[in-house]
């Protein structure tokens, strides 16, 4: 068989697979008769209201010179480490907005961290293709830097995001340029798995973030450039549970709701959306009209602790509160007085749901507390 026939087949195959691509998602719309928010609205459900107090800037976390990336809580909530593109890992005392921690790191290109269960470990990850980790009690050098307590070495590609096991300082999940995702064993450093790569239920192309399901640890799903998301279970490396189809660029974000039965996505394509692990089925669209028919590009969600709020963040600097429920904004926090001056690059919620810290561009963290009267604290609010 001749180039030019191959070629020929190529096509031919691709129109047909992109065919049933959209046979299948029309099928999926024609079972689903409502979405999450049309069956509120037919409720009579009202969306969340703010007062002007309710969620406020409190801090300014300023000592980074480069932008910053990502950040990550502690369980307890009260310390948040961040990265940056300067080359450092900051511990900050989330009350006093101290810095207790400045960690020197062997890659310049960090793109993620995050915190050990216990607290007294960080992870990084960027360029280098390196997940490197550090004990915060171990003492520093003649130079006055942490050392690394171990390099967990194996993927091809940058790493894009880490996240600790919940409750396990051994193991953690990264997700890389590679198109794979890696379940470490971090006392031996080395993979105990991995998701993706040869098989052919794996990402197409770039893994850019990862979730754990808080309620069932065996679970995580996956983000990528391949413009879709997969649940993978840890027990079951070479087949991913489930693809989940609907957005139309990288999927930059996802994570899980509250009740671990569902997951967040944020792309790309301007949108979020809710989708469900058991059904498969999209359950809502996240998507705020811009009169230039660009949309900026969403880098960060969260959901508050019921889960009746998404928090995202966009590349040119909003910062929206969506009602998840009726899928209306009520709030943005990026027109508001002491708003970052950049891109919302990263943003995590404190355990507990008192309080929210964004990471941007502009070199600085920012921190929220947040007053809902009986929305987190009594579960009023809580996700049908």
């Known amino acids: 068989m001749s180039v030019a026939e191959l070629k020929e087949r190529h096509v031919q195959a691709n129109e047909t697979v992109n065919s049933l691509r959209e046979r299948l998602k029309q099928k999926r719309l024609d079972l689903l008769d409502t979405d999450v928010a049309g069956y509120a609205k037919s409720q009579g459900r009202t969306p969340v209201r703010f007062g002007p107090t309710d969620l406020v800037c409190c801090r300014t976390l300023q000592g980074h010179t480069g932008k910053v990336y990502s950040l990550d809580w502690t369980s307890e909530r009260n310390r948040i480490v961040s990265a940056s593109q300067d080359g450092r890992l900051i511990v900050w005392n989330a009350l006093t907005s101290q810095k207790t921690h400045a960690i020197k790191l062997p890659c310049a290109w960090v793109m993620t961290c995050a915190f050990s269960p216990t607290g007294q470990s960080v992870a990084c990850g960027g360029l280098d293709s390196v997940c490197s980790i550090f004990n915060l009690n171990s ?130 394509d301007g949108t979020c959306r809710l989708f469900d692990i058991r059904t498969g089925h999209q359950l809502q669209v996240y998507h705020h009209q811009h009169g230039d028919n660009d949309a900026p590009h969403v880098t960060s969600i969260a959901f508050s602790i019921s889960g009746r709020l998404l928090f995202v963040g966009y590349t040119n600097g909003d910062f929206y509160v969506w009602d998840t429920l009726l899928a209306e904004v009520v709030l943005n926090l990026g027109s508001l007085q002491n708003s970052h001056e950049g891109r919302i690059s990263c943003l995590g919620l404190s355990a507990d749901g008192s309080a929210l810290c964004t990471g941007s561009w502009d070199s600085n963290l920012k921190g929220d507390r947040k007053y809902f009267p009986g929305l987190d604290q009594n579960g009023a609010g809580t996700f049908g």
Request: hydrophobic share 30%; aromatic share 8%.
């Open 139 to 268: 003492p520093t050098d003649r130079d006055g830097n942490l050392p690394v307590a171990k390099m967990l070495s194996g993927h091809k590609g940058y790493v894009s995001s880490c996240q600790y096991v919940p409750e396990e300082d051994t193991h953690l999940i990264t997700s890389s340029g590679d198109q794979t995702c890696v379940l470490w064993d971090i006392t031996t450093g080395l993979r105990t798995s991995v998701f993706g790569g040869e098989f052919q239920s794996g990402h197409t192309a770039d893994v850019l973030s990862v979730s754990i399901n808080g309620s069932n640890p065996r679970m995580f799903v996956s983000g990528s450039c391949d413009t879709t998301a997969r649940l993978w279970d840890t027990r079951v490396a070479s087949r991913a549970v489930r693809t989940f189809h609907g957005h139309e660029a990288d999927v930059n974000s996802v994570k899980f709701f509250p009740d671990g039965n569902r997951f967040g996505t944020g792309s790309d």
